[in-house]
């Protein structure tokens, strides 16, 4: 009796594990199963580079290998669906941040998720690139350099901007800008010795170029930049002159006509002279070029004083006569 419920129980074990192996698989996690599928899903967010962290939306996210691609929601965030496991590089782009990458192991039927932050880069706002020209009485041979401003801005702070340069690729020249008292305004003089080039004329038609570089080491580049004129003419001035004695504290400054092809504009300054430091008192810029004086608007007090009349284009660059002194009693 004992025998025969020992086999009975043996065959009835064996049906069930026939049963089993006969069972439909319905797992979509069972390679076997007629629903089984090789995927899972990619989420994240992308967020700016530096804290507070705050999200940025319509960056657009690819996964390599393969052809998946997303793009950042309102709130930054994305979503990648029935992504094979496997590794990928998964990158977002957006149009004036740098580009943010990471590698990621997508494991079957889970969602991986990624944080990407994205630097701003820095944005050349304005460049002025103007040739100027100075004529001398001492010493005598005329100066001419580069007078080279930009105005530079990063939606990170100017504070991420670590230095601006100037580049001029096809004579190798390569500078930096130095940094002004204005937060975000770089300037340069660059005297024509400085330049690796046998003559000022042969910068003309070179394409320059104003690179920004912020502190994590990306760089933006203004489109090229041309110089449009070196002008070696420079204008003579008349009277006063030869550091004669006036009696009248607003003189009347007289210059000869520039006599250029082009348009321009004159401008004129009048500089003190107290025991060899140069100061500024007045100016006047924009004066038709018909015009051939002008009357000081200030009163000068007793004193040294020389002044300059400069030719200006339309582009900014510009000529100054030699300085011409005179003496108020």
């Excluded at 804290?51 to 939306?57: A, E, G, I, R």
């Excluded at 319509?58 to 590794?87: C, M, Q, W, Y």
């Excluded at 740098?98 to 997508?106: C, E, H, L, P």
């Excluded at 975000?184 to 660059?190: D, L, S």
């Amino acid at each position: 009796m004992k025998l025969s419920t020992t086999i009975l129980y043996g065959i009835c074990l064996l049906s069930q594990l026939s049963c089993l192996n006969d069972a439909e698989r319905r797992n979509p996690l069972d390679p076997k199963s007629e629903n089984f599928k090789n995927e899972s899903n990619v989420s994240g967010r992308i967020l700016t580079f530096y804290q507070p962290f705050v999200t940025l939306s319509g960056a657009e996210i690819e996964l390599d290998p393969g052809a998946f691609v997303s793009k950042a929601d309102a709130e930054g965030g994305f979503l990648i669906r029935n992504v094979p496991p496997g590794e990928y590089t998964i990158s977002a782009r957006k149009e004036g941040f740098a580009v943010d990458s990471d590698t990621i192991t997508v494991r079957l039927g889970e969602t991986t998720f990624i944080e990407l932050n994205l630097d701003a880069l820095p944005l050349i706002e304005s460049v002025s690139i103007n040739s100027c020209h100075i004529s001398r009485n001492f010493p005598q041979n005329d100066l001419f350099f580069l007078e080279v401003a930009a105005t530079v801005g990063d939606p990170d702070g100017v504070g991420d901007i670590d230095f601006v340069e100037i580049e001029i690729p096809e004579i190798n020249y390569l500078d930096t800008l130095d940094v002004t008292q204005t937060p975000g305004v770089f300037m340069k003089i660059i005297p024509e010795s400085q330049l690796p080039v046998g003559n000022f004329m042969d910068i003309l038609g070179r394409q320059i170029f104003l690179n920004a570089l912020d502190r994590p080491g990306f760089k933006s580049s203004s489109q090229a930049k041309m110089l449009a004129r070196i002008i070696e003419k420079t204008p003579l001035t008349n009277s006063p002159n030869q550091g004669e004695t006036l009696n009248d504290a607003t003189p009347l400054l007289e210059w000869r006509s520039a006599e250029l092809l082009f348009d321009f504009k004159y401008r004129v300054e009048v500089v003190r002279v107290d025991f060899g430091l140069n100061t500024p008192v007045w100016s006047q810029p924009d004066i038709d070029k018909t015009n051939r004086s002008i009357a000081v608007s200030d009163s000068l007090a007793s004193g040294v004083y020389f002044w300059t009349v400069s030719v200006v284009d339309k582009f900014g660059n510009w000529s100054r006569s030699k300085e011409a002194p005179f003496r108020i009693n």
